[in-house]
């Protein structure tokens, strides 16, 4: 069960959100880049609150990946009583035993619930900071494009004045890469998960490893 489970993980997690990572990533760095060359100055008040919106990121990554860990192996737990209970259901209904293993795949399962709610409930706080940085960043950029207009403030690259067709471009470009960064942390999320699952993969493979090359000697 432990390993079934494991396998799902893995193939969840190097399948398609591999190339979505990638093509995200670039897709970020790409708006990044098109708003620096397009309006340097405004560029940098939509740079300068990056590292809020990371710090959210990676918070929020690292708490997930701590309870995927821990509710798969609850989950592989609960998996390995009804396994080991079905495998010799004669003997725990002879001894009408059955109380004791349900008891405990409902503890295990009810742990695991309760991580997986921790877990979305710790997802939805990130999600609503990473909203909430990156609308007030909107909202400071609006205001830093009209000072600019009003006072006809030069693009440090091309010395010439802003038009609106700028303001819309490096909008743009930033709303394009910020709504970006929403997506990728599902896929290193879904990465990571498969990382944990195949270490213990490699586990149960060296320990098969091992007991056959005992037996052999």
């Known amino acids: ?97 059955q109380n004791e293993p349900l008891h405990e795949y409902e503890k295990f399962c009810e742990v695991s619930r309760r991580g997986n709610v921790k877990g979305y409930r710790l997802m939805g706080h990130g999600i609503a900071y990473t909203t909430s940085t990156l609308i007030l960043t909107f909202g400071i950029a609006c205001l830093t494009a009209k000072y600019i207009m009003e006072n006809d403030i030069k693009n440090w690259w091309t010395g010439e004045s802003y038009s609106g067709g700028d303001f819309v471009s490096i909008f743009v470009a930033f709303k394009i890469s910020s709504a970006i960064i929403g997506a990728i942390p599902n896929h290193i999320k879904a990465i990571l998960a498969a990382q944990a699952a195949a270490s213990k993969i490699f586990t149960v493979i060296d320990q098969n490893e091992t007991k056959q090359t005992t037996k052999g000697t």
């Open 1 to 97: 069960a432990e390993s079934s489970s494991a396998m799902d993980t893995i193939k969840a997690g190097t399948g398609e959100k591999v190339g979505y990572l990638i093509t995200h990533t670039c897709i970020f760095f790409s708006g990044t880049i098109v708003g620096l060359i397009k309006g340097p100055q405004l560029a940098l008040v939509y740079i300068a609150f990056n590292p809020l919106v990371a710090l959210g990121v990676a918070f929020l990554i690292r708490s997930y990946k701590k309870f995927v860990v821990g509710c798969a192996e609850d989950y592989a737990k609960a998996g390995e009583i009804a396994e080991e209970t079905l495998s010799s259901i004669r003997t725990v209904t002879a001894f009408n035993a």
